[in-house]
């Protein structure tokens, strides 16, 4: 569990790891007037937040890494696959008044849009729809192919991709979903999305100390 606020004693034992390291847990309890049970709890978070590490026989010491090293650390371990929700798809013959339709109902800011055999070919964003709305055509008559973005100007994601790179993309392309695919032998399919508000949610998972 990664804790990044820590109480007095537990910067204390750090201290005197930094000084002392490396050190047994009996030789850090006596430094604090305590017993080595009172102490086994900070100990342990300690090491699983990575502040300090242990070795039998020899003791504790310290890792040398910050707060906020711990914490990319631990951001950078998430991955796609642990956060990804399902995917929202429409067919490409699908009109543009449908797809507003879809869009709304199913409270996303994006679809994807699959062929006849499931597969990704395009991407509908609300700026897309919306555009498509201020003209005069008939909502009811255009398909929803006319204006997606299409492959391969799609921008995705893998299952073991790590969040931190997709939420890089999803910054530096200014976009606020991404298809989670994988290839077949027909081509890519769409098994998931990653989303702004999926970042945003696993971040504060991370800082609310939720992920192990």
Not at 13 to 39: S, Y
């Amino acid at each position: 569990m990664i804790t990044i606020e820590l109480n007095k004693r537990q910067e204390q034992i750090i201290q005197i790891v930094k000084d002392n390291g490396p050190i047994t847990g009996e030789a850090i309890a006596d430094q604090l007037n305590l017993t080595r049970a009172t102490l086994r709890p900070d100990l342990a978070i300690l090491t699983m937040a990575g502040y300090l590490d242990a070795r039998p026989r020899v003791g504790y010491f310290y890792t040398g890494k910050t707060g906020g090293q711990l914490l990319s650390e631990a951001v950078k371990k998430l991955v796609v696959k642990e956060y990804q929700s399902l995917p929202v798809v429409v067919d490409k013959n699908v009109s543009v008044y449908d797809a507003i339709c879809t869009m709304f109902l199913e409270d996303v800011g994006t679809l994807f849009v699959i062929d006849h055999d499931a597969l990704l070919i395009g991407v509908l964003s609300r700026k897309d729809l919306l555009r498509a709305s201020l003209g005069k055509q008939e909502l009811t008559a255009v398909p929803v192919n006319i204006i997606m973005t299409r492959m391969p100007n799609i921008t995705t994601c893998r299952r073991e991709d790590s969040l931190y790179e997709v939420a890089k993309k999803l910054i530096e392309r200014q976009i606020d979903a991404m298809p989670v695919v994988k290839e077949t032998e027909k081509g890519i399919e769409v098994i998931g999305r990653i989303t702004k508000t999926t970042i945003s949610r696993a971040f504060v998972d991370l800082v609310n100390n939720e992920l192990l």
